[in-house]
Nanobody, 122 residues
Framework: VQLQASGGGLVQAGGYLRLSCVAS????????MGWFRQAPGKEREFVAA????????YYADSVKGRFTISGEKATNTIYLQMNSLNAEDTAVYYC????????????????WGQGTQVTVSS
């Protein structure tokens, strides 16, 4: 069971990035896939999640309207399109899988990717 995240990098404020996360298994319809982020000295925080079966999405208030989470069932890939980036978005971004339903709590997610660094320069 492995989640492989990619797509991070350095971008100027106002720019955009798209993160990808590929699961090494067939994601079950009952699963919830999420993105979290952790900035230096801060706790890991919820960013967005998607119910795999229905593709219903949920966002943290801080990214609502700027970020879009999506899933591609054929390739078991989760995307995070990030627009209008600002310095506060700088963090390591992690993808994760939950088998306990939709949650914003990191401990509810049982599988984690290795993280990809996003740095936004102001």
């Amino acid at each position: 069971v492995q989640l492989q995240a990619s797509g991070g990098g350095l971008v100027q404020a106002g720019g955009y990035l798209r993160l990808s996360c590929v699961a090494s298994w067939r994601i079950y319809s009952s699963s919830v896939m999420g993105w979290f982020r952790q900035a230096p000295g801060k706790e890991r925080e919820f960013v967005a999640a998607i119910r795999w079966g229905s593709q219903l999405t949920y966002y943290a208030d801080s990214v609502k309207g700027r970020f879009t989470i999506s899933g591609e069932k054929a390739t078991n890939t989760i995307y995070l399109q990030m627009n209008s980036l600002n310095a506060e978005d700088t963090a390591v971004y992690y993808c994760a899988a939950s088998y306990r339903g939709l949650s914003t709590v990191a401990n509810e997610y049982g599988s984690w990717g290795q993280g990809t660094q996003v740095t936004v320069s102001s």
